[in-house]
């Protein structure tokens, strides 16, 4: 089976050792390549005889996909992207959001009842400190990620009178916490699926071979990954979902990051997407401006006549500021995507979706370096017919990666109804302030929770720095820009009631007007 997808010549002679010269580069670079094609096929051959039987035709089919992408990765070489061949977006590729209109209201119920709603739920809560999937860290009201998504559809389904069914993306780390979980949902009027994304080896990088030595995942978790959020048309065909939605006239899928908080269903993209138009996009992504502080996020660019998405991971070194520039690309990827879902059906039947590979370099705790291969799901686009950016409000994009942003979300800067957060009319300015937390002594949610006794009044804050040993008394305000830096060795206690104003605290407590 993988012979045949790998086309490999097992013919080759063994024990090529010429050293090769300026003119045979090329012949060299496809003898390893064969090489490293050969001995990986060897060694998935030896992982899928430790697979439990049941499992076993998965296993062939994940790593048939694996292999894909590892043969894609061996052959690839250089950017790619051609910046020279980066075109000017046209003028109608991407759409202002507040050109859309609203859904009628006897409308609203018949366009839900086309859609689908799917969070990507593969992440673990360990780069905040907490165990098992992110989605159950609690975020506000000691509600979690999970917790105010149902909310969101319960809503809807109730308001509307609809049946939207919400999908989860799972990954094999958070799986089985997540199944038990959902559990609590039952009594509710909403429709919960979930299905897994695909577990693949991961390889030494310096013998380019899997470190796993058998199947046995939980045994050896270290040895496996998920493949990235791209894996997700592969793995939602093949759980029998997409199938399933289509079958039951089902038209879009809406996804997004589980962590997004902003990501919420907008009736004004779901009415466009379902208008009297016949050619509906197939694909759309919300991307909303960049500011210096998402220069680093995914844009999109016109290349050989398609709207696609373009990564810092693409983009050649020399032209890495140019990517960050602003001015030149305006907008950044929320990945908030809204796609047909016979679309999706179609271009996995046709085998035309070709991702680009994101090679994530990593160290182990054993110092093992390793690679793991992945895609991600809005780089997709360009295999669609009609792609469209939307420039959404900024309030879409509402991410919770740090406590600095937890810090914002569990504040008095947002309201929460049903669900959905919004900000406070009260706030003078509709961007959040920039809030840096010293990464000892917050960047862990247990730790950052220690150190308020309440979450200080944020409303009139434009920025703040906070480092060392720090505490925060009951109803302390923050505005302007504030600085509390403790040394090491020192502490300082803020206390209750107080008030900072564009202020610089620093050693013991010394109030300076900043």
């Known amino acids: 089976m993988f012979s045949n997808l790998l086309s490999v010549d097992k013919n080759q002679p063994k024990g090529h050792t010429r050293v090769p010269s300026s003119t045979d580069l090329k012949e060299f670079k496809e003898l390893t390549q064969r090489d490293s094609l050969v001995q990986l096929e060897k060694e998935i051959v ?8 049941d499992k076993k035709e998965l296993a062939k089919s994940q790593f048939t996909a694996f292999s894909r992408l590892f043969q894609r990765f061996l052959e690839e070489s250089g950017p790619s992207v051609d910046w020279d061949k980066i075109e000017k977006l046209p003028a109608d590729a991407i759409r202002d959001y507040d050109t859309l209109s609203k859904p009628s209201p006897d409308a609203i119920h018949k366009k839900l009842e086309k859609l689908v709603v799917v969070k990507l739920n593969g992440g673990l809560g360990t780069s905040m400190g907490c165990r098992g999937p992110k989605s159950v860290i609690q975020v506000r009201n000691d509600l979690t990620f999970l917790d105010l998504t149902v909310q969101q559809i ?9 049946n939207v069914p919400l999908v989860l993306m799972n990954s094999f780390n958070t799986d089985k916490d997540t199944e038990q979980i959902i559990r609590k949902y039952k009594g509710l009027q909403v429709e919960i699926y979930t299905f897994n994304q695909s577990c693949f080896p991961r390889v030494s990088k310096e013998s380019l071979l899997p470190i796993a030595q058998n199947c046995d995942i939980e045994g050896n978790i270290e040895a496996w990954y998920p493949p990235g959020h791209g894996d997700f048309y592969d793995s939602f065909k093949n759980s029998g979902l997409l199938q399933k939605f289509i079958d039951t006239g089902r038209d ?26 016949t050619n509906s996009p197939e694909f759309v992504m919300e991307v909303t401006n960049k500011t210096k502080a998402d220069v680093k996020g995914g844009t999109l660019i016109q290349y050989e006549n398609k709207l ?19 001015k030149k690309f305006k907008f950044f990827n929320t990945n908030n995507l809204w796609i047909k879902l016979n679309a999706i059906e179609k271009v996995l039947n046709e085998g035309s979706m070709n991702l680009e590979i994101i090679v994530n370099n990593k160290t182990l705790d054993n110092n093992l370096n390793i690679i793991q291969l992945e895609t991600a799901v809005g780089a997709a686009m360009k295999s669609f017919n009609g792609g469209l950016g939307i420039n959404v409000p900024r309030s879409r994009f509402l991410p919770v990666k ?10 008095n800067l947002y309201h929460m ?11 003078m300015f509709p961007t959040t302030p920039l809030v840096k937390l010293g990464d000892k002594d917050f960047a862990k949610v247990k730790d950052f929770l220690s150190r308020f006794a309440t979450i200080p009044d944020i409303l009139e804050l434009d920025h703040l720095t906070v480092s060392g040993d720090v505490t925060f008394g009951r109803n302390v305000s923050l505005k302007g820009t504030v600085i509390i830096i403790a040394n090491h060795g020192d502490r300082i206690d803020i206390p209750s009631n107080a008030t900072l104003e564009n202020k610089i605290v620093s050693g013991n407590l010394r109030i300076l007007d900043h």
Not at 154 to 162: A, D, F, G, I, Q
Not at 308 to 326: C, D, G, M, N, T
Not at 417 to 427: A, D, K, Y
């Open 46 to 53: 030896s992982l899928l005889k430790t697979t439990p039987e």
């Open 154 to 162: 319960e809503h809807l389904n109730k308001k509307y009178s609809v």
């Open 252 to 277: 879009y899928c809406f996804i997004s990051n589980i962590d997004n908080l902003g990501a919420t269903v907008d009736l004004n993209i779901l009415n466009m997407l379902l208008g009297p138009e």
């Open 308 to 326: 696609r998405l373009l990564e810092i991971a693409q983009v050649p070194k020399e032209h890495l500021e140019e990517f960050k520039s602003v």
């Open 402 to 411: 740090k406590t600095s942003d937890l810090l914002l979300v569990m504040s």
């Open 417 to 427: 109804r049903n669900g959905s957060l919004s900000m406070s009319p009260l706030r």
